[in-house]
């Protein structure tokens, strides 16, 4: 191991030394120079997204790749920061090491900690190190992000501290309940404000009830996304092989290409 973790470390130091080159005032890349903190964040973003596309395609070499870009972003905002005199890169390191071991007692310092506790005590050292800075524990989720983890987040929070549904159906009643008056504010006219807040509680709704099937609602979408462009993409070949066009098709003949897309990839399936 100590050889392998020699590698490592010296592949991590060609890294950071590349970074700094790229940065370097007189010598170093025009459009890594004028970059900062603000300007590198939607591509630190649009890279994290990559890797999810990757893993959700199973492309393993895409994976080990958008893994690496990740990286780069990581180090650059480390270098960043380094430039200013905030932190270091090896700050950084040190500061998830230890935050790992910190919220991980069961591993590291031999505690005996039930499987169904863990998040409940990941939370509550979250907490402590905010310490007073933090007045609620909703503080803790940030609200520059997408909506839909926004929400996946705040209702982990509240769990964490026990407001909760104990089983599935109340959740399910919940998303009943909300759909109920979704469909009672849309019969009304004149009402598009209210008509969207219902429709936010719907989605709330469904987010809250996937994670008490412990499915991540984002990951759920992006299946749902990738079924629906497939099953237009079938529909579009189709009709082309035809010699036809979606524009040109009738709604009844675009559904019935619609159920065949379906039934094809059911059959694929099993």
């Known amino acids: 191991m100590p050889n392998r973790n020699n590698a490592l470390k010296s592949e991590m130091d060609k890294l950071l030394t590349i970074m700094a080159r790229l940065r370097e005032p007189e010598k170093g890349c025009p459009w890594d120079l004028e970059q900062n903190f603000e300007t590198i964040a939607p591509y630190t973003l649009e890279e994290a997204y990559e890797v999810v596309e990757a893993i959700q395609q199973k492309d393993m070499t895409a994976l080990k790749d958008e893994l690496g ?105 919940k998303l009943d309940e909300e ?28 987010i809250n009830l996937a994670r008490h099937l412990d499915i991540n609602p984002e990951w759920s979408l992006r299946q749902a996304n990738k079924r629906f462009s497939g099953r237009f993409s079938y529909i579009e070949h189709a009709l082309k092989q035809r010699g036809l066009s979606v524009e040109g098709s009738s709604l009844e003949d675009l559904g019935r290409l619609w159920e065949e897309a379906k039934r094809k990839r059911s059959t694929t399936e099993t």
């Open 179 to 206: 759909i109920s008056e979704l469909k009672d504010e849309i019969k009304l006219q004149e009402n598009h404000q209210r008509v969207e807040e219902e429709l936010g509680d719907v989605l709330f709704s469904c």
């Open 69 to 173: 870009d990740l990286l780069f972003h990581v180090v650059f905002h480390a270098r960043l920061a380094e430039e200013e005199k905030l932190f270091t890169f090896d700050d950084v390191v040190t500061g998830i090491c230890d935050k790992l071991t910190r919220r991980h007692p069961h591993v590291f310092d031999g505690k005996t900690i039930a499987k169904e506790d863990l998040a409940k005590q990941w939370e509550e050292a979250k907490r402590k190190e905010k310490g007073a800075a933090s007045q609620s524990i909703l503080d803790q989720v940030s609200a520059n992000q997408p909506a839909m983890s926004q929400a996946y987040k705040l209702q982990k929070k509240v769990a964490s501290v026990g407001f909760d549904w104990q089983s599935l159906e109340p959740v399910i009643e």
